[in-house]
C-alpha cells in the first residue's frame, strides 16, 4: 500500500529547501545538498532495517534532516545504525564531486564538497550527531574531544547568527544527551558491555570514515586528479 506523504512534511521539504536556496544563493545546489541529506538519512535507514528496528523515513527541517528510530537493543547496534549514514552518505559525496568533475560542472562538485562537509561535520564525536552514537559505543568520555571539535567547527564556519541558532540547538541536546547517556549507563550498564574486539572494530571503522572524509575534503585537488584519466 503506498503510504502518501503528510503535508506538514512537504511543507517542512519546501521551507528548508528555500532556506537553504536563500543561503547558497542556487536553488540547484540547495537541492543538491538536500539530496545527499537524503541519501545520508537513508543510510540510518537501511542499517535499522537490517537490524529488525522500526524506523521512519527522513524528515526535513532547515537545520537539517532525521529518521525516527526503534530504541537500539546495544551500544554496538546503535553504533551500526549511526555509522550508516556517515558511510553511504559520505560515499555518495565523493561520488558526486568525481562526476562533477569528470562531466566538468562545477556547481556539482561543489554541491559533493559540502556533502562531504555535512557528514564529516556529523562524525564529531558528540551526541546528537551520529559521531557521539559510534564513540559512545568505545568509551565514555569521547564527548570531550567532541566538545572542543564542535567548537572549533563554529570557529571555521563563523559565528553568524544561522551557524549560531543550530550550534546552540546542538549544544543544548548535547547537554541533554550527556546526562540521558549517564543515566542509562546506571539504569543498563549492559547496554554498554561490549568486547574490546568490538569496540576495537568500531573505533576502527570510524576513524577510518572521518580520515577519508577529512582527506579528500583536504586535498581536493590530489584526490580529483587520481580521476583526470576519466574527464
Known amino acids: 500500500m503506498n503510504q502518501k506523504i503528510p503535508m506538514n512534511q512537504l511543507f517542512m521539504l519546501a521551507l528548508s529547501v528555500a532556506v537553504w536556496w536563500m543561503l547558497l544563493g542556487s536553488l540547484a545546489m540547495a537541492l543538491g545538498v538536500f539530496g545527499l541529506l537524503f541519501v545520508h538519512e537513508m543510510g540510518h535507514v537501511i542499517?535499522?532495517?537490517?537490524?529488525?528496528?522500526?524506523?521512519?523515513?527522513?524528515?526535513?527541517?532547515?537545520?537539517?534532516?532525521?529518521?525516527?528510530?526503534?530504541?537500539?537493543?546495544s551500544a554496538s547496534e546503535d553504533a551500526y545504525v549511526k555509522m550508516a549514514g556517515p558511510l553511504i552518505g559520505g560515499l555518495a559525496s565523493v561520488i558526486t564531486m568525481v562526476a562533477g568533475y569528470v562531466l566538468g560542472l562545477q556547481l556539482v562538485i561543489t554541491v559533493g564538497v559540502y556533502g562531504v562537509v555535512l557528514n564529516l561535520f556529523n562524525l564529531i564525536p558528540l551526541d546528537p550527531m551520529d559521531g557521539g552514537g559510534i564513540t559512545q559505543a568505545v568509551n565514555r568520555w569521547f564527548w570531550i574531544p567532541g566538545v572542543a571539535l564542535f567548537a572549533l567547527a563554529l570557529f571555521i564556519f563563523g559565528p553568524n547568527m544561522f551557524n549560531l541558532m543550530i550550534f546552540g540547538l546542538i549544544g543544548y541536546q548535547a547537554y541533554q544527551s550527556l546526562i540521558a547517556r549517564n543515566a542509562q549507563r546506571a539504569n543498563t550498564p549492559s547496554y554498554f558491555a561490549l568486547t574490546p574486539g568490538t569496540k576495537i572494530t568500531i573505533l576502527t571503522a570510524y576513524l577510518a570514515l572521518a580520515g577519508a572524509l577529512a582527506w579528500v575534503l583536504f586535498n581536493q585537488s590530489a584526490f580529483l586528479s587520481l580521476f583526470s584519466a576519466w574527464a
Do not use: D
Open 47 to 73: 542499517a535499522a532495517k537490517r537490524k529488525g528496528l522500526a524506523v521512519s523515513m527522513p524528515s526535513f527541517t532547515p537545520f537539517g534532516a532525521y529518521v525516527i528510530t526503534e530504541r537500539t537493543r
